[in-house]
Each structure stands twice: as C-alpha cells, then as structure tokens.
C-alpha cells in the first residue's frame, strides 16, 4: 500500500476509526500493532517473518542485559545482537551486489560464472530502517541510556509503527517507546496539525516529486544524446524530486502519527538553504545523519583523536552511509564524495564561515556559501541517480563542458522551472515565517480554504498512477 492511493487512504481511515473508538488504551496498541502488521504483510506477506525474528532477538537480548553481571557476556550479547541484525542486512540487500562485484573481478581473469540462486532475491521493505532501530536499542539498553521494555507489545510496535515503517524516519527508542505507555485523549487541534503536515507531504509528493521521473529517466538512461542545458534541468529535477519525495513522505508520516496520538522526528529543516556541507547533514535525513554520528562516527573516535583520525572517521561514517543507501559502487562513490566535502570543509571551511561579517556583505556572503553548498550537492546527486560510472561521468562532463544535443521539450522545461520555484518559495516560508504564528492570525476561513487548496490541486495534479517513494529501495 503506498501513502498517496485510495487503497491506504481507506486502509487509515479505518485504523483511525477504530483506534479512537476503543476506550483500553492497551486494546489500542494491540490494534495498531495489527493494523502495522497487515500494511507490511500488504507488500509481502511472508516478510513478516523476518522482521518479527529481527524485533524477537533483540527484545530478549535486551532484557538479558538486566541478569548478566559480566562485561565480556554484557559485550557478547551486544555484539551478537548487532551482528545478527547486520547479518540479515547485508543477506538480502547486498548479496547480489557482492556476487556481482566478485564476477566483475572473475571477468577481467576470463572467467564468466553466474549462480541462480539469489537472483529472485526479495529486499524487505524497510530493512534498513528498522534494522537502525534494532541495533539503536539494543546499545541504549546496554550503555544505560534506555531501560529494556518488559511488554513485547509495545517493542514490537516500537519497531513496525505503520507511518514511519517503510522509509522512517529512523525513531530512537527513549523519543516513542514513553509515547507507547502514555495513554492517548482525543485532541481536536493535533487532528487538525496532523491533517496539514500531512498534505503538505501529499502536496510535496504528488505534485512536484511525482511529475519528475518524465524529466529525469529520459536523460539519465541515455546522458550521452543529449545537451548540457538538459543536463543540468534534469539534475536540477532529481534534486527536486528526491527532496519532495522523502520529505513528503516524512511528512505524511508525521501527519498520520500527529492523528493517532504520536509524535515523529522532524526529519527535513530546508536544507538546500545549508550554508555549508556540515550544515547541510544537520538539515537533511536529520534521523539518518544523527543515527550515524551517535552509532558510528562517535564511536569510532568522532574527532577527539586529531585531525587525520576525524577525518578518516567522517571518511568511513559516509562510505557506510552510502553503503546504507543502495548496494551500488555509485552510493559508495556519493556516501566518499560527502565524506571528502565534509572533511574539506572541517579542514578549511569551518574557520571562514565563523568569520562572516554583518550587512550586505554578511548577506552576500551567505548566499555565497549557500549556492556552492548547493552546487556540491546537485552534483553528489548526480551519482546517486546514475545507474553507472560511466553515465555519472557523461552527466557531470556536460554539466562541466558546454555540450549539444538533445533539448528538453519546453513543457518539461517550465515544469522545471515551477518546481524549483516552488521548492525555493517553500524554504523561504520554512526559513522566515512561523507557521504556528501565521496559523492564529489568519483567519479560520481563509486557513482552510487555502488548506483545501492544497488538497483540490494535489487531487487534479496527482498522476493516475502514484510513484513508489524513492527510499522503500533501501
């Protein structure tokens, strides 16, 4: 089921119903639980199998914490549990990847071999996401931030919350587990919140994000017919595209969890208004960059142990990420490129942005730094998109090198245009008004004719047949 289709919206619409007419606040999280269940056994009903090992092993690992007085059991189990988890990871969504990389390796040795066996291999939707939950609260337990849930219930739906299941936010266990025990009244107001956030989303989703693919597939299938303005509008609509269509989807995420009683992570804060690569991480996929940092980049030392050992700490946090993101050497090379801006940046960066100076000449400077930012982040995109090296390559030779060829029809062109318009005209309003301010001033008829604005145009705008959201492919 994929958020903008009438099949979910009939799908929430009776959860909602049914959640609030139950007056046990227990009665409701069993019934949320089972609607989580039936949304992803919607996708694939035996995958549900795997996520309920998954949240079953470290449920107990969990709670065995509380018994074992031993440091090295203590990290035994805290190591099988990650490994366990990982292992599972990288079984279904890197195998083929690794298969094929290793008969890439075979062929330049003359040797040509191809095992059937995983070639039918199923990605479970979500895996990545909810295997960062897993091991997120299997650490918290172990280092004392978090104590281990005593009712399976609640961990379970903890792990499979229908709104954020598929492709996050990525939800840390002490930000929902309390919300889980905390008995939910009816509130008219967060309905009403939870309804904007949400159509928002829908709006970034079916409107802008859902009408790029016409734009973007074309010229990243075959970069070498055509000309680098085309290019460069087709970069410019994937860095539209996969900002409206994660961040619509976290939105709606939001929105839903807004309705039914629960808070989410903000995951997006207008990031292509960063004013430097550091920034921009701070601002984009918010659960993801933070999950990394806490799990990953601190443990491996962050930057208390000098200036090369920060950097080659950012170098392997972002490879990883990369890693986490597709398994393709492209999102390796994308996780490396962000992982040199970052370190570049530390090394030279950090000192001169601290040094800007006040009126007109702090302004240009800050929309200096806030253009390159997003110039080394349209070409990071670049390779995130492109199926190939060689593709990435031809894409960022145009973007570089005036190049003729092919031209976008001037339909595409002015979709485009409006699109990037309406992103840039959205990360004003998010930068410089306050929604909550702006929301008790006005009107209630004005607020909710524009709200039903929104929605008409998002109805007549939405192509016949919804996109899947570009992140359930990690």
Known sequence: ??????????????????????????????????????????????????????????????LLFDDVKSLTWGRLLLFG???????????????????????????????????????????PLGISFY?????????????????????????????????????????????FLPQVERRKRFDWYRLVVGMQIALVGLFKKAVIADHMPPVVDPVFKCPE?????????????????????????????????????FKLPVNFHMPYFAASITEFWRRWHISLSSWLRDYLYVPLGGNRGGKLATYRNLMITMLLGGLWHGASWTFVFWGAYHGALLSLHRAFGRGAQAD?????????????????????????????????????????????????GLNLHPGHVLLVGLSVLAVFLGHLAGTF?????????????ALGGALAFLLLLALLLMPEASKGFIYFQF
């Open 225 to 261: 017919l055509y000309s680098s303005a085309s290019i460069w509008l087709a970069t410019l609509a994937y860095t539209v595209q996969i900002y409206c269509d994660f961040s619509g989807y976290s939105d709606m995420a939001m929105g839903m969890a807004h309705m039914l009683g």
């Open 81 to 123: 549990s990650i490994g366990f988890n990982l292992s599972l990871l990288a079984f279904f969504k890197y195998t083929n990847f690794m298969l094929d990389s290793a008969n890439s390796m075979f062929a330049l040795l003359g040797v040509e071999y191809r095992s059937p066996l995983f070639d039918n291999l199923l990605l």
């Open 433 to 445: 008004l306050s929604w909550r301010r702006l929301e008790r001033r006005l009107p209630a008829p």
């Open 1 to 62: 089921m994929n958020f903008p289709t009438t099949q979910f919206l009939g799908f929430f619409l009776t959860v909602f119903a049914v959640y609030w007419l139950l007056p046990w606040h227990r009665a409701r999280m069993v019934w949320l639980l089972l609607a989580s269940c039936a949304f992803y056994m919607s996708w694939h009903p035996w995958l549900i199998l795997l996520i309920l090992l998954s949240a079953s092993v470290d449920y107990v690992v969990a």
């Open 131 to 175: 295997t960062f939950e897993t091991i997120s609260y299997v650490v918290d337990v172990y280092m004392g931030r978090f104590r281990a849930v005593r009712n399976p219930i609640d961990y379970a739906l903890y792990i499979m919350f229908f709104p954020h299941l598929a492709a996050g936010p990525i939800v840390r266990p002490r930000d």
């Open 356 to 404: 800007t100076a006040g009126g007109v000449v702090g302004v240009s400077r800050h929309v200096v730094c806030v253009l390159a930012t997003f110039l080394s982040v349209c070409i990071g995109w670049v390779f995130f998109r492109a199926q190939t090296f060689g593709d990435a390559g031809t894409v960022v030779t145009r973007l570089v090198w005036p190049t003729v």
